[in-house]
């Protein structure tokens, strides 16, 4: 660097901690835009979920009130719901949906300045990796909820920093309540906020047992309310489970389910190695609360009952949260090059993923279009190939049926609706309980689904599923740009559109 280059990044350093946040939260608005500018989100299970919150204000001769039902209890992820909820009156449900995107990046990006704020005297340019990394799984792998709750964890974690050796009753107050929200906000959450507290409040494993005991206990004591509506709720409904990947794991924070992904993921892992050789450190307040999670991260199962993706949604945290407690041991002049190259990657990734933003508005018009030829109040079966390896946006594809919800006011298997997972449940019983996937074609022919595995033929749920024809009166085959493979008779074609046939069931 010149004399001058250097004098600017010692200025940059000097005036931190405003001009770097003022940096940094310009960089988590860029990383937000695409939320912003274009009317349909796209991302995985962004558009189910828009579909659902349009069951809470059914007109009384809405055709949907034969087909769902509305119900509350100890639901433990809705976060969204609430959302909605409070905001009704004033958005719609597409926009809460956009806003809770944005939040959804902007909330844990936030959580992680905050809680680095409060562990450093000057942010360190590595807290820089938080806003490139926040267009995340919330856009690629669903984890809407989990990121709303993740980002208040981290928010709260600030807080509770705050707090002196010894907690007050009013503090005791003040976190089972905050714990509570975290519960209905998202399970996985608060466990994770739990977790991390209670590591942050023993600190060190070489203090007295004594002292460890009773830091133990303070944090249970801490959290004994939401502790307490896990074991009042019902047991987590054991339906299907998605398969889960420990490799897929390094790559979770940088999924954005475009051709950005590799590059991202080996500039995260150069950018890490170049800190590392820089000279890393941990707050000493959170070395065990790190090294702690992230062992639950590598242990954590894939899916428990029908939560799934419990490995990936915690390593995505581990990645914040190890940044947000991470510091360079000598960041003196990198604080201005750190934030120009976080600002040109950022942009260089927004960039990257317009195209694809722009293409998925173009296709969710195309099958809104095609799903007209659905009457209202029918009840469609959604089934799509097993793979569909020539089509990017595949996995989204399944959940842009949920327009038939929106739209059509039909039934759709596809939605989330199930007793014990979301507010919202079929009013057939059969249904409840059943996988909120597209299903394989072979389900159709009785030759067929002898074919499939057994752990799938022997599921609760399967019985409706054998005898499909009783249950629903539409198909709807979403095979996307890869050929079809539904070979089903009595099935009449009454119209589609790119990659969608819809059919009525003779």
Known sequence: MTSIEMARARAFDDAAPHTAGAAYATLVALSAAPAALWPIPRGNDLINHWARLTLYHMAPGDPLRGLYRVYFGLIPNLGLDALYLTLAPLLSAQSVVR???VLAMALPAGGAWALHRRLFARPSPTIFLIPLLSYNLATSGG??????????DLIGLNFTLRLGERLRVRNYVLLNLFGAALFFCHLIAWGAFALL????????????PRRIAWRAAEAALAQALPLALVLLRPSMPSTYELGGAKSAMLLAPVASATASDLPMLILLVGVVALALVRGLTVAPPARLALAGFALVALLAPPAHGAANLIDARLTVY???????VSALKAPAGLGLPAALAATALTAARLYAVAPAWEVFQDRAASVRAGLAALPAGAR????????CSGDTDFE???????FAVIDRRAYVNVLFAQTGMQPVAPTDSALDGGPTLAMNPRWLTATDQASLPAHLRDKPWSAAFWDWRRHFNYVIDAHASCVSTLDAPGLTRIGGAPGLDIYRID
């Open 99 to 101: 806003l809770a995107l």
């Open 143 to 152: 984890l809407l909820n989990f990121a709303l709750g993740m980002g208040l």
């Open 197 to 208: 507290w209670g590591l942050l409040r023993v600190e060190t494993l070489r203090a007295p």
């Open 318 to 324: 581990v990645w914040y949260f190890a940044i947000a």
């Open 380 to 387: 469609a079966l959604v089934v799509a190939p097993d793979h």
């Open 396 to 402: 989204m594809f399944g959940n842009l049926m949920t």
